[in-house]
């Protein structure tokens, strides 16, 4: 149980278009949903938390215009990046809270992770 | 701020050479820290969460330690598939509040 997944695994697109990214929680509802990026050998960073049926929080110094995140299901979560530049190249994860998880539950597994998608913008 | 400071970067070990990985760390109220592995262009892999000080978690060959202030991640007698980046992460007691995430380790295992 509690498998996140990620859809592209991998994108490649030109410089200007958009890219969405889809997050799926697929045996579990999700209340939460983190979106991290990663740059090579680099750790993960936060970009935003989204709550389901709530508006995105953005970690500072990330632009909620450029990376739109839309948290519309207790399954599915959205991240697009809107007019995408080479320096958006990155790697994306999703990750996930149950939403019948509480204390304890966060308190045992922390988040649950995607497998990450890798974006290219030429 | 909650910190979590790792070292070394990288580590660079022979087959059969343990060694231990650090994680040091600032948080306002320790809910949990956790370490996962990661690969190359994969998402984390959860390993362990502890607690409180002096908690031990034992998988295969990898063994966690919690004090106040750090983490180890023991590594016996590695193999070449131990090779990953392991990452460590704490998790503050308030709130629906995110895992902070250190840099990494780069561990590699030679044959």
């Known amino acids: 149980g509690a498998v996140v997944s990620q859809h592209p695994s991998r994108v490649i697109c030109k410089s200007g278009t958009s890219v969405k990214i889809e997050c799926r929680s697929l045996?579990?509802?999700?209340?939460?949903m983190f979106w991290y990026r990663q740059f090579p050998k680099q750790s993960l960073m936060l970009m935003a938390t989204s709550n389901e049926g709530s508006k995105a929080t953005y970690e500072q110094g990330v632009e909620k215009d450029k990376f739109l995140i839309n948290h519309a299901s207790l399954t599915l979560s959205t991240l697009t990046v809107t007019s995408a530049h080479p320096e958006d190249s990155s790697f994306y994860i999703c990750s996930a809270r149950r939403l019948a998880g509480d204390y304890n539950e966060w308190r045992k597994w922390g988040q649950f992770f995607g497998p990450g998608t890798r974006l290219t913008v030429l | 701020e909650d910190q979590v400071t790792q070292s070394p970067e990288a580590l660079r070990l022979q087959e059969g050479e343990s060694s231990s990985l650090n994680c040091s760390y600032t948080?306002?109220?320790?809910?949990?820290l956790f370490w996962y592995r990661q690969d190359p262009g994969k998402g984390p892999e959860f390993l362990f969460t502890?607690?409180?000080a002096g908690e031990e978690k034992e998988k295969e060959r990898l063994k966690a330690t919690l004090t106040k202030k750090e983490s180890f991640l023991h590594i016996t007698a590695p193999k070449p598939e131990d090779s990953a980046t392991y990452l460590c992460a704490v998790l503050r007691n308030s709130g629906n509040t995110p895992l902070v995430f250190g840099k990494g380790t780069r561990l590699s295992v030679i044959a």
């Open positions: 502890l607690y409180s």
């Open positions: 948080v306002s109220g320790l809910r949990g």
């Open positions: 045996d579990f509802q999700a209340t939460t």
